[in-house]
C-alpha cells in the first residue's frame, strides 16, 4: 500500500508542474539571422528563453556559462537568445547584435517591442525564462538569475537554471519560481 501511494505522488508531480499558464501567440520577434518577424518557436516541452544584450557586461561574463548550459541540456530543451534591449535599434546595434549571435549557436531574436520582456517579468539583462509545455498548456515555471554568482562562475553555489531543468526533465516539479538576477537593468 505503501509502495502505491508513493506511486501515485510521482505520477500526480509529474502531471503538475507549477507554474503560470501564459500565452504568447501574440509576440513577435525579429529572427537576426533570417531577418524577418517571427513567432516564439517553440519545439520541445522545455524552452529556456535567455534575454541578452550586446553592451551589458554581466552578458560577456555569462556567455561561456550560457554555452555550457545549452551544450548540457540542448538535447532536453530549446534554447533561445532574445535581446530586449532594442527600442532604439539602428545599423550600428544591429551589426553587434549579427555579430553576437554568430558566437553563440543558438537562434537569436529582437524583442523590438518589449513585449516578450513584459509576459516573462524580464527586468534585467541576462536573465532566464523557462517554459514548460504540458496538457496542452505552456507554463512559465522559472524566471530570474541564471545562478547566484553574476561576478564569477568559479564563485557559484546555486545553479537556478540546472536545478529547474533537472526536476522538470524528471518530471518534478521546479525548485525555483523565481530569483531575483543581477545585471544590466533593460530599458
Not at 28 to 38: A, M, P, T
Not at 47 to 75: E, H, M, N, W
Amino acid at each position: 500500500m505503501k509502495k502505491l501511494w508513493h506511486m501515485l505522488s510521482i505520477l500526480l508531480c509529474s502531471w503538475t508542474v507549477s507554474g503560470q499558464d501564459i500565452d504568447f501567440s501574440y509576440i513577435q520577434l525579429w529572427d537576426v539571422q533570417k531577418e524577418n518577424i517571427v513567432p516564439i518557436p517553440i519545439d520541445q516541452t522545455i524552452t529556456v528563453l535567455i534575454f541578452t544584450g550586446t553592451d551589458c557586461p554581466y552578458d560577456k561574463r555569462y556567455k561561456s556559462r550560457i554555452t555550457a548550459l545549452k551544450q548540457q541540456y540542448g538535447d532536453q530543451a530549446d534554447f533561445i537568445l532574445i535581446n530586449a534591449h532594442t527600442p532604439h535599434q539602428n545599423k550600428d546595434n544591429a551589426t553587434q547584435t549579427k555579430t553576437q549571435a554568430a558566437k553563440y549557436n543558438m537562434p537569436y531574436f529582437l524583442d523590438l517591442n518589449q513585449e516578450a520582456m513584459k509576459l516573462f517579468q524580464i527586468e534585467k539583462s541576462p536573465e532566464v525564462a523557462i517554459i514548460w509545455y504540458q496538457n496542452g498548456k505552456h507554463s512559465l515555471v522559472y524566471h530570474g538569475a541564471i545562478d547566484d554568482s553574476p561576478q564569477s562562475s568559479s564563485d557559484v553555489h546555486t545553479h537556478y537554471v540546472q536545478d529547474v531543468l533537472n526536476n522538470l526533465i524528471k518530471g518534478r516539479p521546479s525548485p525555483h519560481e523565481f530569483n531575483r538576477a543581477a545585471g544590466c537593468r533593460i530599458r
